[in-house]
Structures are given as structure tokens and as C-alpha cells.
């Protein structure tokens, strides 16, 4: 019986241990730190050097994310917990370091604004969609767009530091219009997945392997915005 316990105890040990420290989610944890010691050394940073200090910082966070993604597919590590674990780091880092700015450059705050009601919209319409089975199956391209960009942004103002306001400002503001345009593709998105499952009149559970396009959706919606564009721009 004891033998058996012992056994039980092993395995149970095993699975945490694979669960929550594994490589890929130590990376995950290391980064949550990192950012923290970054905002913590820019808000103090006054010269070239700190700055400098406080960019190789935001690179080592930005190298963990790229690593624990390529270990955990890699080496067949992904976990239920790191798929929680990564995306809320990434979220952590972004809202850390436009925080961050908010301290030295003042028009960032409506950046943050806009960024912390896209993340609480998603949370929240996410959480509500999930109760019916749904799953989101990765960023859309304009989301990846404003990610992409709030990075080359944070980098050039920190490497940089002394760019004129002017030229500054026009970066956050283009940033801003990025992170409207992904809000409102997001809410789209959500308001999309909502009329399918209305058409069905039943939850994806229910659907029984009758699974919604969300290719097909995401196209369609990538179309209306390019009939838009051109109307503005004609």
C-alpha cells in the first residue's frame, strides 16, 4: 500500500513538475521578472548608459518570449498552464513598458488607454465566448500589426532617447491609430463568432464537430476593410 502511495506521490509530482516548471514556463516566469526590472531601471534611467541598460533588459524579456515558444513546440512541452502563462506575459510586458513611458512622454497615456480597453474588451468577450466551447485560433493580422509595432517603437525610444518630441509624438500617434484599427477588428471578430452561433442556435459543444470557419470569417472581414481603404483613399 505504501509502495503504491509512494508511487502515486511520484507521478503526481511529475505532472506538476511538467505542468507549471517546465523550461518553457521558467521562461515565462523570467520574463514576468524582467519586466519589472526594466520599468524599475527606466523610471531611474538619466543617461545614454541606463538607457542602453534598460533596452538590453526589454531584449532579454522579448528573447524569452521568442525561446519558450520554440522549446515548448519544439520538444513537445506545451502545457494547458503555459498556453495561460504566455499570453498573459506578453500582456504584462506591453502594458509594463507603455507604463513605463507614460512617466517621460505624456500622449503615450492614450496609447496605454486604448491598449488596456482593447485587452479588458477581448478578456472579457473571450471569457464570455468560452462558455459556449469557443476558442480564438491565434492574433489576427492587425493585432499582430500594433504588437509589432509598440516593439519597434519602444526600442527606437529607448536606443534614441533624445529624438525630438515632434517626430516622437508622430510615432505614438500612428501606434494609437494602430491599436483603434485592432480594437475595432477584434470587435468585429467577437461580433462575428456571436451571429454564427446565433444562426446555429447551438453552443460549439453542441455543434458536434460542425465547427464555425474562422478563417473564413477572418477573411471576410480582412475584405471588408480593404473595401473601406479604398473608399478612403478614392
Known amino acids: 500500500m505504501n509502495g503504491h502511495k509512494k508511487a502515486e506521490n511520484k507521478k503526481k509530482r511529475t505532472e506538476f513538475l511538467k505542468e507549471y516548471l517546465s523550461v518553457p514556463n521558467i521562461l515565462g516566469y523570467v520574463r514576468i521578472v524582467l519586466v519589472f526590472v526594466y520599468l524599475a531601471v527606466y523610471i531611474n ?9 534598460a533596452t538590453a533588459v526589454l ?12 522549446i515548448a513546440r519544439r520538444f513537445h512541452m506545451v502545457t494547458q498552464w503555459g498556453k495561460m ?22 500622449l503615450m497615456f492614450l496609447v496605454l488607454f486604448v491598449f488596456l480597453v482593447k485587452e479588458l474588451f477581448m478578456g472579457i468577450a473571450g471569457l464570455i465566448l468560452m ?9 489576427m493580422w492587425c493585432g499582430k500589426v500594433a504588437t509589432a509595432g509598440l516593439y519597434a517603437i519602444s526600442i527606437l525610444m529607448l ?13 505614438m500617434a500612428v501606434e494609437l491609430l494602430l491599436m483603434f484599427v485592432a480594437l475595432i477588428a477584434y470587435m468585429e471578430l467577437y ?16 455543434m458536434q464537430g460542425e465547427n464555425i470557419d474562422m478563417k473564413e470569417i477572418k477573411t471576410r472581414i480582412k475584405e471588408r476593410h480593404r473595401s473601406i481603404k479604398k473608399k478612403l483613399l478614392f
Not at 534611467?45 to 541598460?53: G, L, S
Not at 461580433?191 to 453542441?206: A, C, D, I
Open 45 to 53: 534611467a538619466d543617461t545614454t548608459k541606463d538607457f542602453y541598460c
Open 59 to 70: 531584449s532579454a524579456s522579448m528573447l524569452t518570449d521568442f525561446l519558450d515558444g520554440q
Open 131 to 139: 462558455k459556449t466551447g469557443w476558442r480564438t485560433d491565434g492574433a
Open 85 to 106: 502563462l504566455d499570453p498573459f506575459a506578453d500582456k504584462l510586458t506591453l502594458g509594463i513598458v507603455l507604463l513605463g513611458f507614460t512617466f517621460r512622454y505624456p
Open 159 to 171: 536606443c534614441l532617447p533624445g529624438l525630438p518630441h515632434s517626430f516622437l509624438n508622430l510615432l
Open 191 to 206: 461580433w462575428e463568432v456571436t451571429k454564427e452561433l446565433q444562426k446555429t442556435g447551438k453552443t460549439f459543444r453542441e
